[in-house]
């Protein structure tokens, strides 16, 4: 059992469908609300955990009622919680999410996310020792995730940083970077290239870029340098909030089993979690997935 440390952001999801977006200025009624256990960090965490990981999370929640819930809602999915850190005088995090069909956008108020400090990530430093794999994203303050990224370094853990949302990242941070999983766009974002530039930015860091491509899949280079694609499994989709997460927790808790298998299964585990609403609704349990590839013709 692979055992994962994901620092990263724990947000209560806030979710209105409706038929289109509104335009600027517009009002439009909603059909549905509900609320949801989010997070990119939190996501991933409990993607991993269903698929059998050994997933610690190292966190922040605030002194409010969605802090209680998103604490219990981990400990739930049997993630050890004994890093994620209530804050006085602060709000937990949470994510305003507008669902137009099975597409979302999303705006996050950080919250509590925003006082994970760097002095945390070296008091939790033994989980680093511990950790067979270190997950990491962008929704908690970038000298944090350098921090994360140094302490990876020191222990020589492998680092997957989710550059979520996206902002441009230095060389040094990158080059602590075991696999970085970007979208286009976010790839884009982080190496300040056109986005059409896409296989020549994979080409120019051999066999440490996976990018998402939604229902292309994911795309990724060997570490010789050849450019090759995981094809997505064709499902219904529901909600595809988490989709992503989905896929990087799967990487995570398969990490040993390298590229491109690891790959194969975190497209399945995406797939299967855009089935059902919420971020962590559809995630897959082992189980649940070995099912699912049965009938695509694969074992887990
Ligand atoms: O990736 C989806 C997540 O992004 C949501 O759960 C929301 O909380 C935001 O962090």
């Not at 974002?189 to 056109?194: A, D, I, L, N, T």
């Not at 020549?200 to 450019?227: C, D, N």
């Amino acid at each position: 059992m692979a055992k994962v440390l994901v620092v990263g952001s724990i947000n209560m999801d806030l979710v209105a469908q409706v038929g289109q977006y509104p335009r600027l200025g517009e009002t439009l009624l909603g059909s549905h609300f509900a609320t949801y256990h989010g997070g990119k960090g939190a996501n991933q965490a409990v993607a991993a955990a269903r698929l059998g990981a050994q997933v610690t999370m190292l966190g922040r929640v605030g002194d409010d009622a969605f802090g209680q819930q998103l604490l219990a809602g981990l400990q739930a999915e049997g993630v050890d919680t004994r890093w994620v850190l209530p804050t006085a005088n602060s709000a937990s995090g949470i994510a305003l999410i507008t669902l137009a069909g099975s597409d979302n956008s999303i705006i996050v108020v950080p919250g509590a996310n925003a006082l994970l400090t760097p002095a945390d990530i070296v008091a939790a430093e033994a989980e680093f020792a511990a950790a067979d794999v270190i997950v990491a994203q962008l929704e908690t303050p970038l000298a944090t995730i350098e921090q994360v990224a140094a302490l990876a370094s020191k222990w020589g853990k492998p680092l997957l940083l989710n550059p979520a949302p996206a902002q441009p990242l230095s060389a040094e941070l990158l080059a602590q970077v075991s696999l970085l999983t970007p979208n286009e766009f976010e790839l884009g974002v982080v190496f300040e290239r056109p986005e059409a530039e896409w296989q020549a930015v994979l080409a120019s860091q051999p066999g440490r870029i996976l990018m998402t491509a939604g229902a292309a899949g994911a795309w990724f280079t060997t570490p010789e340098g050849k450019l090759q694609q995981q094809t997505s499994f064709p499902v219904e989709a529901v909600d595809t909030t988490g989709a992503g997460d989905t896929f990087n927790g799967a990487l995570a808790a398969f990490w040993a089993q390298g590229l491109p298998a690891a790959a194969r299964l975190a497209c399945a585990a995406a797939a299967l979690s855009v089935t059902r609403a919420g971020a962590q609704g559809g995630m897959p349990t082992l189980a649940q997935l070995q099912a699912f590839l049965a009938v695509q013709g694969g074992a887990a």
